[in-house]
């Protein structure tokens, strides 16, 4: 079956833009989950949903970012006015249950000019 | 404070010899491990996974990992490594929140 997809795999802006990230889970997943890998890191924890709604979202780093999943499927991470900073692989990763196997996507790679 | 901890930010091992990669972990709530490969480009896969049950536990690729819980770790091994095996090993964590915290990684490196 089909795995964790992710659009675009990458992404070039300028500083300041608004940038939009896409990740379609696995069928039936229920939960999704959101993380961001720094060159040379591991990835950390931005935000989880469970269903529609977010059920965590302490690891987004400040007010520019949001998610959302307003059908229980497909989720868009959204940063507004980017900066540098936020250039990083961006993982999309679902699980049927929160405390069981997370499946990764190939991540996008965003690059803030 | 709960926290992965990989030592080894690199690894060089001869090709047929074994290896072992270290994960440590400070938690004072019982855990759900797992540990991640990431190749070249590629997305993370899953290696093995500990829930409960059976403290030694088998994955893929002839990887096996064994809990240790007086020691708080999950350590990695395999006993004899192959070229196709360079890669980035990441050590991740379920602290019982549902979200995964990971080591900063062991990148191996298999030298023919």
């Known amino acids: 079956g089909a795995g964790v997809s992710q659009t675009p795999s990458n992404k070039v802006t300028e500083k300041g833009k608004y940038v939009e990230l896409r990740c379609d889970p696995i069928?039936?997943?229920?939960?999704l989950y959101w993380y961001r890998q720094s060159l040379g890191q591991g990835p950390e924890f931005l935000i989880y949903f469970q269903g529609t709604g977010a059920a965590d979202d302490s690891g987004l780093p400040n007010d520019r970012f949001f998610a959302v999943r307003p059908e229980g499927s497909v989720s868009t991470l959204k940063i507004q006015r980017t900066e540098r900073g936020d250039s990083a692989v961006y993982l999309c990763a679902s699980s049927l249950a929160g405390w069981n196997e997370q499946f990764f996507g190939p991540g996008t790679r965003l690059t803030v000019l | 404070a709960q926290s992965v901890t990989q030592l080894d930010s690199q690894v060089p091992v001869f090709e047929e010899a074994p290896v072992e990669l270290r994960c440590n972990y400070s938690?004072?709530?019982?855990?759900?491990l797992f540990w991640y490969v990431q190749y070249p480009n590629q997305g993370l896969q899953l290696l093995l996974k500990y829930l409960s049950g059976s403290t030694l536990v088998k994955g893929i690729n002839g990887f096996e990992a064994e809990f240790n819980k007086s020691q708080t770790s999950f350590h990695l091994r395999k006993p004899s490594v192959h070229i196709s095996d360079t890669a980035e090993y990441f050590c991740?964590?379920?602290?019982?929140?549902?979200?995964?915290?990971f080591g900063t990684g062991t990148r191996l490196t298999i030298i023919p």
């Open positions: 069928s039936g997943h229920t939960a």
């Open positions: 991740a964590i379920n602290f019982g929140n549902e979200k995964l915290t």
């Open positions: 938690s004072s709530v019982s855990v759900y």
